[in-house]
């Protein structure tokens, strides 16, 4: 048996039942342990209007444990962990294709090797393509953003920036690297500019939010490069004005531009293993699939403890 949990309609889940799905010669049958509630997911959930239609068997966060292969099938045997680019993963059973998957390091928890999320950061980095020496600035230090901050710790940058209307987010920034911790709702933008030397090399907009957008055009530097990491739900106003008179590059650093997410997922995974990933204080929750309804009500509601959260089924 194969609980699956569809989004039926705004704001309501159900879970289902199906036969465990069959895999093809060069697929793997997963045993879900772990799927990441990702914000996409959520602004399904609150009825944003987004990429799929409803119903909806969402989730493509999975980890898990292999438990059959297909006859074609090359680097996974039964028992291996995985971490795949696959839904859906908010139920029992996922079948991938095998170049989809990733092993996941040997001490990692499940929960902690959520592939997506991780591919989607790798990828974000490598895109926006710091060098030595640039002040790269990461604007919305929710899940994602802090995970952009680890990595970005680790690039030998001038100056780190993180930037946050939550106090409590720029602490855990700072602890992960951001040498510089910015709130836009207390302190004078200008005074930040100022003293970064004219601005940021690189901003990364992580926050999905228009004012997100507007504080990250506002603190790239002269010929900067504004990087639109976040996916964003509604339209987004902008003063082109300001990319103008600045001469920004804008560029878009999210999967749809990635070269190639299995790369990536594969870089996560070695990245995970060396620490340069550090999930403990990240993933705050987890709820079991029977309780996924409350876990997208408590994902959705921006308690200030939640940072992210993981279905175990
Ligand atoms: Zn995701």
New binding site residues.
């Given amino acids: 048996m194969n609980r699956v949990a569809y989004l039926v309609e705004k704001g309501k889940l159900e879970v289902r039942t199906s036969g465990i799905p069959t895999v093809g010669p060069k697929d793997i049958l997963v045993k879900v342990r772990a799927c990441?509630i990702?914000t996409?997911d959520i602004y399904a959930f609150q009825g944003y209007p987004v990429w799929f239609s409803l119903p909806a068997a969402l989730g493509?966060?999975a980890s898990g444990e292999v438990v059959a292969v297909g006859p074609d099938v090359r680097r996974f045997k039964p028992g291996d962990r995985v971490a795949a680019l696959a839904g859906p993963g908010f139920s029992d059973y996922i079948v991938v294709e095998e170049s989809f998957a990733e092993h996941i390091p040997s001490n990692t928890p499940f929960e902690h090797a959520i592939g997506?999320?991780l591919a989607c950061a790798v990828n974000g980095v490598r895109l926006a393509a710091p060098r030595f020496g640039d002040t790269v600035a990461v604007v919305g230090t929710g899940f994602m953003g802090l995970l952009l901050v680890q990595a970005l710790s680790r690039m030998g940058l001038e100056h780190l920036v993180a930037v946050d209307v939550r106090d409590e987010r720029l602490a855990l920034a700072a602890e992960f690297g951001a040498d510089v911790q910015v709130n836009p709702e207390r302190e004078d933008l200008n005074r930040v500019i100022d003293s970064l030397g004219g601005g940021c090399d690189i901003v990364i907009e992580a926050t999905g939010s228009p004012k997100g957008v507007a504080t990250a055009t506002a603190i790239v530097k002269k010929k900067g490069r504004l990087c639109i990491f976040s996916f964003h739900p509604a339209p987004v106003p902008v003063d082109m004005r300001v990319w103008d008179l600045k001469g920004l590059e804008v560029l878009m650093t999210n999967p749809n531009r990635a070269e190639d997410m299995r790369a990536n997922l594969r870089l996560a995974m070695t990245m995970l293993g060396r620490g340069v990933f550090k999930m403990e204080k990240l993933v705050t929750h987890k709820w079991p699939l029977d309780d996924i309804q409350r876990a997208f009500q408590y994902a959705s509601s921006k308690s200030l403890d939640y940072i992210k959260g993981v279905i175990v089924p």
Avoid: D
Wanted: proline fraction near 14%; include cysteine.
């Fill in positions: 990441g990702c996409g493509h966060e997506e999320p």
